[in-house]
């Protein structure tokens, strides 16, 4: 049995599976924010291999790197091809582009830099420990961006994927009503970097279904601010001494 579960079938078909179920719970409770199913295929992953743990008779981290992991490292791989895709709705609307690309490189490399010294300061006032700092610091970048850094640094990369995972889910479930609240339906270009850079991937697909504007606007929001915390968020860290 254990040989069977060893195997990597095991750890995709677990996420497939727990996936399918929060995507049919979503459309059951008519897009309940806390029903995304990023968030319950992950809350449910979770529960998952704690129940076999406690059947086993070992620990849950046992029975991720022994029986998850093989799988759940299969999918991950796609995290890199699936973010480079996002240049396909960039390039169809290249011409927006070359037509705010100042106000688009300057808005989205300023707005990093302050966030990422307010999430410093944020988690620094909480109390959170040196690693559960350093594996906030990155979460502004996309998964597959954001957990190499965060290991890089010194970070818990598990912090570092729920804080990812958590900003995707508010600003799916909430982006409508932000949009409206702060006025950025004013302009399509405002909505997509608001929704590429605070919610990633999630965000990026939740500006697709706006409109190709703000899908374009949301892929080079994931890209540069991809870029900006790959090359700015380990010089950061080591000048706040994270």
């Given at each position: 049995?254990?040989?069977?579960?060893?195997?990597?079938?095991?750890?995709?078909?677990?996420?497939?599976?727990?996936?399918?179920?929060?995507?049919?719970?979503?459309?059951?409770?008519?897009?309940?924010?806390?029903?995304?199913?990023?968030?319950?295929?992950?809350?449910?992953?979770?529960?998952v291999l704690v129940i076999m743990g406690?059947?086993?008779?070992?620990?849950?981290?046992?029975?991720?790197?022994?029986?998850?992991?093989?799988?759940?490292?299969?999918?991950?791989?796609?995290l890199n091809p699936a973010t480079i895709?996002?240049?396909?709705?960039?390039?169809?609307?290249?011409?927006?582009?070359?037509?705010?690309?100042?106000?688009?490189?300057?808005?989205?490399?300023?707005?990093?830099?302050?966030?990422?010294?307010?999430?410093?300061?944020?988690?620094?006032?909480?109390?959170?420990?040196?690693?559960?700092?350093?594996?906030?610091?990155?979460?502004?970048?996309?998964?597959?961006?954001?957990?190499?850094?965060?290991?890089?640094?010194?970070?818990?990369?598990?912090?570092?994927?729920?804080?990812?995972?958590?900003?995707?889910?508010?600003?799916?479930?909430?982006?409508?009503?932000?949009i409206k609240r702060f006025h950025l339906?004013?302009?399509?270009?405002?909505?997509?970097?608001?929704?590429?850079?605070?919610?990633?991937?999630?965000?990026?697909?939740?500006?697709?279904?706006?409109?190709?504007?703000?899908?374009?606007?949301?892929?080079?929001?994931?890209?540069?601010?991809?870029?900006?915390?790959?090359?700015?968020?380990?010089?950061?860290?080591?000048?706040?001494?994270?």
């Amino acid at each position: 049995m254990t040989a069977a579960l060893s195997q990597p079938l095991f750890g995709i078909f677990l996420s497939l599976g727990v996936f399918l179920i929060g995507q049919w719970l979503f459309k059951l409770g008519k897009g309940f924010f806390l029903f995304q199913p990023l968030f319950v295929g992950m809350v449910l992953g979770i529960i998952v291999l704690v129940i076999m743990g406690k059947v086993m008779g070992t620990s849950t981290a046992t029975v991720y790197t022994k029986f998850y992991k093989p799988g759940g490292d299969i999918i991950f791989w796609f995290l890199n091809p699936a973010t480079i895709a996002f240049a396909i709705p960039l390039y169809k609307r290249n011409d927006i582009v070359k037509k705010y690309w100042v106000e688009v490189v300057l808005a989205l490399v300023i707005g990093s830099m302050v966030s990422l010294f307010c999430i410093y300061y944020v988690a620094k006032g909480f109390g959170l420990d040196q690693a559960s700092i350093a594996a906030m610091l990155p979460q502004a970048a996309t998964t597959a961006i954001a957990l190499p850094i965060s290991t890089a640094i010194g970070g818990n990369a598990s912090i570092t994927a729920m804080a990812v995972i958590l900003n995707a889910v508010i600003i799916y479930a909430l982006g409508d009503w932000l949009i409206k609240r702060f006025h950025l339906n004013q302009s399509k270009v405002g909505v997509g970097l608001g929704l590429g850079t605070a919610g990633h991937t999630v965000g990026s697909a939740k500006a697709l279904e706006l409109g190709s504007v703000q899908g374009s606007m949301a892929s080079i929001a994931v890209v540069i601010i991809g870029v900006v915390v790959d090359l700015v968020v380990p010089s950061v860290a080591h000048l706040l001494g994270v």
